[in-house]
Each structure stands twice: as C-alpha cells, then as structure tokens.
C-alpha cells in the first residue's frame, strides 16, 4: 500500500519526466501515478524518444540544423537521458532529499547506459551523462511552477491523458 506522502512523490517525478517531454516538443500518451507490479507511476511518450529538436541539439551537442546523422542520434540520446533524469530531479526538489528509491535509481541507471550507448568511453559517458542532468536540473527548477501545477493534477485524478498533461503544463508555463 502506497502512503500519500508516496503518491505525492510519485506525482512530482512523473510531472518532472513531462515537463522535459514537453519542452522537448515530444508528445505525451499518459501518465500515472497508479502503481503496478513494475513501478509506482509513469510518463508514456506518445513516440518513443523521437529526433532532438534542433535547440536541444545545440545546447546539449553544441551543433545546430545542420548536424549529421550521427551527432542527431547523439542528440537524441542526450535528450532522453535529459527525460530520464526529470523525474529524480523533481522527485528530489520536491521530497527536499535525494533519497534514492527504486524509481529514482532505475531511471538513472537507463540515463547511465544511454551515456555509455552514445560515447566510448566512461569519462565521455560521465561528460554525457552530466550534461543530460544539467539540462533537466535548470528546466525543474526555471519551470517548477508547471511541475507543481501538473504534480496537483496528477495527484487528484491519479491518472492523465497526454492533452490534459499538456495543458496543464501550458498553463504552468504561461504563469512563469
């Protein structure tokens, strides 16, 4: 049995996955902070890890339009390890502790192996992986009045669709 103090975590690591999702440009299908036999919530991509927008590629890759096929798929991968680590970021923001559940160690373990898919070797892999974390830190925290807006929503239905996710977002957003 979950406590509520687990539901509202849960619900803050979900809206911290969406916000990247959604400043990413990539859709949302659901998100749920209902717990299975895997895990107590998830953020569902509409697409899974679809191409880097080009912005993402310049900040993160430091290459704009122009990139090559090789440096998107790089991007690509930056930008999903950026989603990954939204979740423990907002997890740990809210929670004011960087506890680490099995939530917030599996997602940083998948935003560990794609640094070590991208890169080849561990020092490229822990610039990669950092990277991915700066990116998602600087987007809770400029933007933590949507993760919050979008956490409350979570809470009380317990389950979103991916248009009710973004406008909630949108509306977080809009309110700075």
């Known amino acids: 049995m979950e406590t509520n103090i687990e539901k509202r975590e849960t619900a803050y690591h979900e809206a911290?996955?969406?916000?990247?999702?959604?400043?990413?440009?990539?859709?949302i299908e659901v998100m749920s902070i209902k717990p299975d036999s895997v895990s107590k919530g998830r953020c569902i991509p509409a697409t899974p890890m679809p191409p880097?927008?080009?912005?993402?590629?310049w900040e993160l890759v430091g290459v704009g339009p122009s990139a090559s096929v090789g440096q998107q798929e790089y991007g690509r991968w930056?930008?999903?390890?950026?989603?990954?680590?939204?979740?423990?970021?907002a997890h740990a923001y809210f929670a004011q502790s960087d506890s680490l559940d099995d939530s917030v160690r599996?997602?940083?373990?998948a935003a560990w192996?794609?640094?070590?898919?991208?890169?080849?070797?561990?020092?490229?892999?822990?610039?990669?992986d950092q990277k991915?974390?700066?990116?998602a830190s600087?987007?809770?925290?400029d933007h933590w009045n949507a993760v919050v807006r979008l956490a409350q929503t979570l809470i009380k239905d317990?389950?979103?669709?991916?248009?009710?996710?973004?406008?909630?977002?949108?509306?977080?957003?809009?309110?700075?």
Not at 52 to 57: I, R, Y
Not at 106 to 109: G, I, N, P, S, Y
Not at 138 to 141: G, I, P
């Open 78 to 89: 930056q930008a999903g390890a950026a989603v990954l680590w939204a979740g423990p970021l």
């Open 106 to 109: 599996r997602d940083m373990m």
């Open 52 to 57: 880097a927008p080009a912005q993402l590629l």
């Open 138 to 141: 600087s987007r809770v925290r």
């Open 16 to 27: 911290g996955h969406a916000l990247a999702m959604h400043l990413l440009g990539w859709g």
């Open 158 to 176: 317990e389950e979103v669709s991916g248009e009710k996710a973004k406008k909630s977002l949108s509306a977080g957003l809009s309110r700075g």
């Open 132 to 135: 991915a974390k700066e990116w």
């Open 113 to 128: 192996n794609l640094a070590e898919k991208a890169t080849r070797n561990v020092v490229e892999a822990g610039q990669f």
